[in-house]
């Protein structure tokens, strides 16, 4: 399978972790939306919907939304289950996620800061108050999720696919200076989680597109 | 089962059109958001996430976010499948699915209106463009898949999980006078489905809350 990825793209860096989990092995092909590649004609060509994480199957046909990705790779690589067993509790774990995927990282990605920029005349000021405000509205209602839970993953004892989406969504928030000192359990599941290999593999700056490595 | 609801809601819309596609009774508890009920301290008991909809289970708890209870129903209510067998046609429908879940709706919700009027000061006309531009670049790509398609339905010859998606979308895409006449493949299946049972009883207007009903 071919992964075509963003380094710092944070639902491509879900997708990272989640096949380093199950222990999947791929190839990257890094499509810059720096330099707006996701737009260009061959990109298009393979996925028209032009945005990334997008994964090449086998067999040529090409899957996009990193939450599509997800359940393809849950469904089709058992040995290690990013899901519980029990309905109510993937319903619980795909709720998390989905607050992430859904209410925070849609409202704050590169081409929303662009359009406040660009068409309606937001100042640097501006831009980071409204890519805060989605991170605390998203961030407060994770938090009480959490704090029931016991500070190494979002559920249970085991990563899985909630973690996969907040990881990234936390180093979002850090890299554009969000202060979530507040969201103790959020930081202990991040601080756990980056223990871990298969995080680290997928850290942004461990990517053969990041400048600096 | 207890759906928290809202007429006007497009993530309900899409439950109550998958619990009527598999024939699961259920009670609706009205939720107005125009009231500001889902900020109230009783609701958010039930779903600290404050949104709706939200699913009350049999045993009390309380699923948010419409995607995971739309796996969630998938998971427990196998009989009437609203995805497809095949991993690869199933990553197929919720990658349209989540186009729209999470590239066009969050986008485009009241929340964001009154955020961009009140807080960035946009006229009506620049929220009027900015709802239109994530309809149309969502919509420019999910056309370009459909119109593969038979133009009944967003994938082969039953409605299923991106339709539930699809039709709420295209509701609002027209209650917000965005010019879809464009997207013929996308009106084809919005008329096809909207022939059926299940869609009718979902829509807004059939709703008790809704003010004219």
Redesign the interface.
């Known amino acids: 399978m071919k992964l075509y990825t963003y380094y710092r793209s944070s639902a491509a860096y879900r997708v990272r972790i989640a096949m380093n989990l199950k222990g999947i092995e791929y190839d990257s092909q890094a499509v810059s939306l720096l330099d707006k590649v996701h737009k260009s004609a061959p990109y298009l060509q393979a996925n028209?919907?032009?945005?990334v994480p997008a994964l090449e199957?086998d067999?040529g046909?090409v899957?996009?939304?990193s939450?599509?990705?997800l359940?393809?790779l849950e469904?089709?690589h058992c040995n290690t289950p990013l899901l519980p067993a029990d309905?109510?509790h993937?319903?619980?774990v795909?709720?998390l996620?989905?607050?992430i995927?859904?209410?925070i990282?849609?409202?704050n990605n590169l081409r929303?800061q662009h359009?406040?920029r660009d068409?309606?005349g937001?100042d640097k000021s501006?831009v980071d108050?409204?890519y805060a405000?989605w991170i605390h509205t998203g961030f407060g209602?994770i938090e009480?999720?959490l704090g029931q839970g016991n500070g190494s993953f979002c559920f249970d004892d085991a990563p899985g696919m909630a973690d996969c989406y907040l990881i990234p969504q936390v180093y979002n928030a850090i890299r554009f200076n969000v202060d979530i000192d507040q969201y103790a359990a959020i930081l202990s599941v991040y601080n756990h989680c980056n223990t871990l290999e298969a995080f680290q593999r997928a850290h942004p700056d461990q990517q053969a597109d990041c400048p600096s490595s």
């Open positions: 028209p919907q032009g945005l199957l067999d046909s899957v996009g939304q939450t599509a990705i359940e393809y469904e089709t309905p109510a993937r319903a619980q795909r709720s996620a989905n607050t995927a859904c209410d990282h849609p409202l929303i359009y406040l068409e309606l937001a501006q108050q409204w405000r209602s009480k999720e």
